[in-house]
């Protein structure tokens, strides 16, 4: 009976790739919103991600997100040091300044300051140049995602000089490089290094230089680290070492885990971003239901005669009924990979650009689920004639 309700399905072309079609379409709809979502949440904390050595951010208690400018006073680290469990804590320095260019132009860039002796939180993967080369007087390391395509110098322009004039429009333009001077909170920075960070959500060119330099380069102001990272001794719980900073100098501790869930959630609760894709997520399911399930009820319709000649057969009702959930799901676990399989395409060639995109397995594991309930309600809906049927009706009709 298996192998005979396979054949009912997929005997029929026209109506079998209807089915398909309405499946793939809402697996590739529910799956690639989805999968947007998540890439454009992941970056809202990808500095977290790119600083990967400390076990605890410590930061001002009003700070929502890791962007948010709340500054502490420099003195914080040396109290942070002080708590029992601590091995070491660095003040780091975050924040948009407005950064001259060798062509006159000028671009807000996030400018990272971080500890002079260790260097710690430094560029994650290094292009060009070396971390090191931050201890020479008035040096920046750029990244290259966004620097290299947002920042142009004249290429008529020599490596190392700039002018106040801004470009032309049409004249030929160059990438910034090692040798390049820029100018903040005027202050002469030149470029050592070139590095690859990744992507953040408000997309603004990164410039690392250490933390007494981006005192020198921001505003003047007391409050000038933007958060302190912390490194737990050996054999410390980082929970109860976050909890013990917490108590000891009124400061917010967060595992970066934490720390990161709490800028998600900030973008989650504050915008309208997950209520746009929640509306096109929807649509995909509802546009599911419609297609693929007026065309399997439109299937199982057509093919009630057969039904009828099998029950008059002695073939039971839930034996057909199991036919028709067959039937269902074979369609199922064929749209879902397919429709996976070409949002999985979909990303490998988005993910080099600007589109957020992530496909994690559990987008992929909630998108199947939510096909597959598709395909039961399509079911049980196609079973109400199948077992409403006597076999007497299909031989009088």
Request: proline fraction near 6%; charge should be positive; aromatic fraction near 8%.
């Amino acid at each position: 009976m298996k192998l005979f309700a396979l054949k009912m399905l997929f005997g029929d072309v026209a109506k079998f790739y209807g089915i398909l079609f309405g499946l793939i379409f809402a697996t590739l709809l529910i799956a690639q919103q989805a999968s947007i979502f998540t890439g454009l949440m992941s970056r809202t904390f990808g500095f977290i991600r790119d600083t990967p050595q400390p076990d605890l951010w410590v930061v001002d208690p009003a700070q929502l997100f890791v962007d948010d400018q709340k500054p502490l006073r420099a003195t914080e680290a040396e109290r942070v040091r002080s708590v029992s469990g601590v091995a070491w804590a660095v003040p780091l320095f975050k924040s948009l300044l407005s950064t001259q260019l060798p062509d006159g132009t000028r671009q807000t860039c996030d400018i990272i300051g971080i500890d002079d002796a260790t260097l710690i939180a430094g560029p994650p993967r290094m292009i060009a140049g070396h971390v090191e080369d931050l201890r020479r007087p008035d040096t920046v390391i750029i990244n290259t995602a966004e620097l290299g395509k947002k920042i142009k110098a004249p290429a008529s322009l020599p490596v190392g000089q700039s002018r106040a004039e801004p470009l032309r429009p049409g004249e030929p333009t160059r990438p910034l490089g090692i040798g390049d001077v820029l100018e903040l909170n005027e202050r002469r920075a030149e470029i050592v290094g070139i590095c690859e960070t990744t992507q953040t959500f408000q997309s603004a060119p990164v410039l690392y230089t250490t933390f007494s330099r981006a005192r020198e380069f921001a505003p003047a102001n007391r409050r000038i680290a933007s958060m302190v990272l912390v490194k737990a001794m050996d054999g410390v719980d980082h929970a109860e070492l976050a909890a013990r900073i917490k108590a000891e100098t009124g400061l917010d501790a967060y595992l970066p885990r934490e720390y990161a869930w709490k800028t998600i959630w900030y973008w989650v609760r504050q915008t309208g971003i997950p209520i746009n894709f929640g509306i096109a997520i929807g649509l995909g399911f509802l546009v599911g239901v419609a297609i693929a399930g007026q065309m399997f009820y439109n299937f199982t319709l057509e093919n009630l005669r057969y039904f009828g000649a099998m029950k008059a057969m002695g073939l039971s009702t839930p034996r057909l009924l199991g036919m028709v959930s067959l039937q269902a799901l074979t369609a199922g676990f064929l749209g879902v990979g397919i429709g996976l399989g070409a949002v999985a395409a979909f990303g490998l060639n988005a993910s080099g650009g600007k589109l957020a995109f992530l496909l994690v397995w559990q987008v992929a594991a909630a998108t199947g689920v939510a096909v597959m309930l598709i395909c039961i309600g399509t079911a049980m809906i196609s079973m109400i004639p199948v077992a409403r049927l006597d076999p007497a009706d299909v031989f009088r009709s």
